[in-house]
């Protein structure tokens, strides 16, 4: 009896631990895997509204040139304010103008009708006017001398229709930093009296010397 009662305990116990481990197995093989981590968003493109315009275009600059090249980065400024400019599209116009003063009584020296050359620069708001200098006479005799070697100092008669600025009327950023952007007027020198005459033309006076009217 006292055997019986054993092995029908042992064959318990090993039911006991075969159910367990079963269960034990069950539980393992019935887990979920690990699931991966989400893959970050994509980012969004950004869209335009209606009549919103264009995306402003940006025009990076590369500021180590500054160290060990000036030129080249003076390049780039150029090429961005290019891109910048409103009629950026069309070569850029560096040549000033010829305007005859619409008033004839204030003249050069032998009469012919004095007058400025102009370069507008669209949307800037800054004026640069520049007075030519060049001596000046003070009676017929050095005022002849002065005709026949330096005419285009008392005379309009020979000035060009366009003429290119160099050191501060430069279009050029390079050239001229500080102005190249600026309106530039420049009044040419052709009174011979320091900008300080008001005397016309005469019988008596074979020389104008107007000046102070001119500018």
Not at 20 to 35: L, M, Y
Request: glycine share 8%; proline share 9%.
């Amino acid at each position: 009896m006292g055997g019986e009662v054993r092995v029908l305990l042992l064959l318990g116990l090993l039911h006991w631990v075969g159910g367990s481990e079963g269960r034990k197995t069950w539980r393992r093989r019935g887990q979920q895997p690990p699931q991966p981590p989400p893959p970050p968003p994509l980012p969004q493109r950004a869209e335009v509204e209606p009549g919103a315009g264009q995306p402003v275009e940006s025009f990076p600059l590369d500021f180590t040139a500054v160290e060990g090249n000036m030129d080249s980065f003076m390049a780039q400024v150029k090429s961005l304010a290019q891109s910048l400019y409103p009629c950026s599209a069309q070569q850029l116009n560096e040549d000033l103008r010829l305007h005859l003063l619409l008033n004839t009584s204030v003249t050069c020296n032998d009469g012919s009708p004095a007058g400025y050359y102009l370069k507008e620069s669209k949307g800037s708001r800054r004026w640069l006017l520049f007075l030519e200098g060049g001596w000046y006479c003070f009676n017929r005799e050095n005022c002849d001398s002065r005709y026949s070697t330096m005419r285009r100092l008392m005379s309009s008669k020979d000035w060009p229709h366009t003429r290119t600025g160099t050191g501060i009327l430069s279009s050029q950023p390079e050239e001229n930093p500080h102005w190249w952007n600026a309106n530039m007027v420049f009044i040419p020198y052709c009174s011979s009296d320091v900008w300080s005459g008001a005397s016309p033309k005469s019988d008596k006076n074979e020389y104008a010397f107007m000046g102070s009217l001119i500018i």
